[in-house]
């Protein structure tokens, strides 16, 4: 009996000190701060992220923004419903599936403004100062009617407006091009 006390004794002895040897978890992030415990706790929880993204296909409409110029795609196959441009650009029509080709568009763009919307709380990814004006343009010859923004004044709809583009300091984003107005 007294035997095999000693040797539990001695298997915890052992088990203490492989303990030892292992390293204790640390806690390496930060801190969070509490906003408030009242009627429930909510705290401040900063997260970052890189998203690594890939435009694929559709690289040629930023490094047109790049270089000043707005491309769009167009469908190459004769029988599809569909010939107009499209802006925001498609790598595959999205009518008959056939891989599309590119247009830059002359400048300068001249569009109409065929619907606006004030954007005062942007979503995350959307660096711009609010509130700023969202607007829909009808460009002639497109499919579509994409969403930019006004980098100043007032919309209406039925605003001439010419697009601009960011070229200095580009973002690399949709963002790189945006309307102003174009009237007198
Ligand atoms: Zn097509």
């Not at 088990?15 to 390496?28: C, D, M, S, V």
């Amino acid at each position: 009996m007294a035997k095999e006390k000693r040797s539990l004794k001695k298997k915890v002895q052992i088990k203490k000190a492989r303990a030892k040897k292992t390293k204790e978890i640390k806690f390496i992030g930060k801190v969070t701060k509490i906003r408030q415990t009242d009627p429930r706790t909510v705290i401040e929880w900063p997260r970052t992220i890189t998203h690594v993204h890939t435009y694929g296909m559709l690289s040629p409409f930023f490094e047109g923004l790049r270089k000043g110029e707005l491309r769009a795609t167009r469908c190459p196959n004769p029988n599809c419903s569909e010939n107009r441009l499209w802006i925001p650009p498609r790598a595959h029509c999205p009518d008959c599936h056939t891989e599309m080709v590119w247009k830059t568009l002359p400048n300068p763009v001249i569009g109409r403004i065929y619907t606006f919307t004030q954007v005062v709380y942007a979503g995350i990814g959307i660096e711009l100062s609010t509130p700023y004006w969202q607007v829909d343009v009808e460009i002639p010859g497109l499919a579509t009617i994409p969403k930019s923004y006004l980098l100043y004044g007032e919309p209406y709809i039925g605003m001439k407006v010419k697009a601009e583009f960011r070229t200095k300091n580009p973002t690399n984003t949709v963002l790189d091009y945006y309307w102003v107005p174009c009237e007198p």
